[in-house]
């Protein structure tokens, strides 16, 4: 999967930061580009995993489908 990012310097934070517009930006930030695109990755795998099935809570109204991307 490839996922673009934009990686900015920061000057009053004096770091990086990383951002996914196409994932909700998600962002994370680093002293150095690269700890920044490592910190966003870790982020991303975070947030595309999934919920697991004892903390995800149904009704009894709900339905619940899969989507193919």
Known sequence: MIIRAVIEWDESAQSYSAT??????VSSC???KEKAIANLQDAIKLMLEPIPDNLYCSNSTSEEVELVL
């Open 30 to 32: 680093g002293d150095t």
């Open 20 to 25: 996914c517009p196409e994932l909700n930006f």
